[in-house]
């Protein structure tokens, strides 16, 4: 007797939903002459990317990563975080998702002055409100002492160099574990040294499986990272990928 054996019929997997997409995304700045700032984008980013955004000043490279972190919103168009659309969250739900999912780091560090870097490094988890107190102190503990600073936890940034101003940025960025970083001219401000260190600080985060898109001035840069969207004009001019 033959055994017959049906073939099984394998549906393909379906892509996976982007971590940030924008779809279309406009932003116009109003005025007696309308200013355009990015013109519609189309653009997806998954886990565990290392994205560089160049282009000329001007371009709108900055305007974009704002977009993209929901720190401003598109004039037409929308911006999706895991697949939910943004532009009719509320301002509250907005908040919510900027400090769950999105880290942010600026060419100036912009930490406050009059508290240590401890507490600096828990002010996102405060405003979460997710952890207790102490585990919120021992996380930033934890995380500054990960980017060489333990011996400096009480220091005030004014009395860090430039380097270390930079990487509370980063810790504090870590604080409530976000799915990707984001980051507005790292480096820019930085030396040589700083700046090595700083982007090593980024890839390592990507090689812990999260992703960091950054704008940068810095070709050499970009260029080590895994995948470079210029920008001209508001528009993308090319997307490459080196992976």
């Known amino acids: 007797m033959t055994e017959t054996r049906t073939s099984e019929i394998r549906e393909p997997k379906p892509a996976p939903v982007p971590l940030i997409e924008a779809r279309g995304v406009t932003r116009i700045l109003p005025g007696v002459v309308p200013t ?3 013109r519609g984008i189309d653009l997806a980013i998954g886990d565990n990317e290392f994205v560089a955004i160049t282009g000329p000043s001007g371009s709108g490279k900055s305007s974009l990563l704002y977009l993209l972190g929901l720190l401003d919103l598109p004039t037409e168009g ?3 975080i895991r697949g939910r659309a943004t532009a009719h969250m509320t301002e509250d739900e907005r908040a919510f998702t900027r400090l769950s999912m999105l880290g942010f780091v600026f060419q100036f560090h912009f930490l406050l002055q009059e508290f240590s870097i401890l507490d600096n490094v828990a002010l996102p988890m405060r405003a979460l409100g997710a952890r207790s107190e102490s585990d919120m ?3 930033a503990r934890d995380l ?3 980017l060489g600073l333990a011996d400096h936890l009480g220091k005030r940034p ?3 160099s430039g380097g270390q101003r930079q990487r509370v940025a980063v810790a504090r960025a870590l604080a409530n574990e976000p799915a990707v970083i984001l980051a ?5 401000s930085l030396d040589s040294k700083s700046s090595e260190q700083v982007f090593e600080l980024l890839k390592e985060i990507v090689d812990n499986g999260r992703t960091v898109v950054a704008v940068t001035h810095d070709i050499a840069l970009a260029e080590r990272m895994h995948r470079r969207i210029h920008l001209i004009d508001g528009e993308i001019d090319s997307d490459r990928s080196r992976r």
Do not use: K, N, W
């Open 36 to 38: 355009t700032l990015v």
């Open 158 to 160: 004014d009395q860090l």
């Open 144 to 146: 500054l002492s990960s």
């Open 137 to 139: 102190r021992d996380r």
């Open 78 to 80: 929308e911006v999706l």
């Open 184 to 188: 507005d001219e790292p480096t820019g």
